[in-house]
């Protein structure tokens, strides 16, 4: 199963964009980078640790 890459910050419904910097935990949940510092990287809906989401190569 394949990595659901969000379009939008899970706090503050900032746009996220696939090639661009996000953090998410374990269970995909996903927040843009101020909103991670806020937080200090721990997930508020599971507790988990926020990490940086890998980037995808574009699509041909």
Not at 4 to 19: I, P, Q, S, V
Not at 31 to 51: H, Q, R, S, V, Y
Request: aromatic share 4%.
């Amino acid at each position: 199963m394949a990595l659901e890459m969000k379009t939008a910050c899970m706090k503050c419904d900032g746009g996220l964009e696939n090639m661009g910097e996000a953090w998410i935990c374990s269970y995909e949940c996903t927040f843009c980078t101020p909103c991670t510092a806020d937080m200090k990287n721990i997930c508020p809906n599971c507790g988990g640790e926020l990490l940086r989401r890998p980037r995808r190569q574009p699509r041909d």
